[in-house]
């Protein structure tokens, strides 16, 4: 059976801190051909993105794919909502969720599997201020404790 080979595009480090995610989902996209040059050029900024449902299915907007420069014309527009291609009853089940108060969804990594683009999404909530100052505690107290447990090697 042959190996898959991921190459990471973009990680959105920032929506850990900002949100607890309840679930994970594997979505492709639904791109052009200046769009998938600039994603192999790393391109790509998923830092004020969302998921949003419109009339024929799920489209992630804001996110930023920069033009690739070596074309000559017919660029995409950087910011263009993009379809998301997932399964229907994965649909049917974000769709009650994103109905319920609270929740978002949101894209946590853009990567290529196997020559294919793919988007993490994830189901999640926000987080309070004093979450996100226990997230903060939690993380150095394991640096401190990491830290300590190599100084004792």
């Known amino acids: 059976m042959a190996k898959e ?10 929506a850990l ?5 309840e ?3 594997e979505a492709g996209m639904v791109l052009t051909g200046t769009e998938v040059k600039s994603l192999r050029l790393g391109r790509a900024n998923l830092k004020d993105s969302y998921g949003r ?4 299915g799920l489209y992630i907007l804001q996110m930023h794919i920069s033009p690739y420069p070596f074309a000559y014309y017919d660029n995409h527009d950087p910011l263009r909502p993009r379809k998301l291609l997932l399964h229907k009853h994965e649909l049917h089940k974000l769709y009650g969720k994103i109905n319920e108060r609270g929740y978002s ?3 946590l990594r853009l990567y290529f599997r196997d020559s294919k683009v793919k988007l993490e999404i994830a189901l999640a909530k926000g987080k309070h201020q004093y979450d996100k100052r226990e997230s903060i505690k939690k993380r150095e107290n394991k640096r401190e404790m990491d830290r300590v447990r190599k100084e004792y090697k």
């Open 23 to 25: 679930e994970r989902f």
């Open 105 to 107: 969804l949101i894209p």
């Open 17 to 21: 801190y900002e949100y607890f995610v």
């Open 5 to 14: 080979h991921i190459k990471l595009i973009a990680d959105n480090r920032k």
């Open 53 to 56: 449902f419109k009339k024929d």
